[in-house]
């Protein structure tokens, strides 16, 4: 079964559309987050969840 960590973003409401792309493609890029979910509120602001799996090493000894 996978497991996955989670990180829960929030951005203002005069944040761009640009700079929201920005944050989540470093987050994407340097840290291996995947979107799993966004939300984006009628007055501006947006709720963003990030998931990247979670890896457990087996001992081999």
Do not use: F, N, Q
């Not at 973003?9 to 559309?17: A, E, F, I, K, S």
């Not at 944050?23 to 994407?28: D, N």
């Amino acid at each position: 079964m996978l497991e996955y960590s989670y990180l829960d973003l929030y951005l203002p409401r005069g944040t761009t559309r640009e700079t929201a792309r920005r944050v989540l493609t470093e987050h994407a890029e340097y840290g291996h987050w995947e979107l799993d979910r966004l939300r984006l509120y009628p007055d501006g602001r947006r709720y963003v969840r990030l998931r990247r799996k979670v890896l457990r090493v087996a001992s081999t000894l």
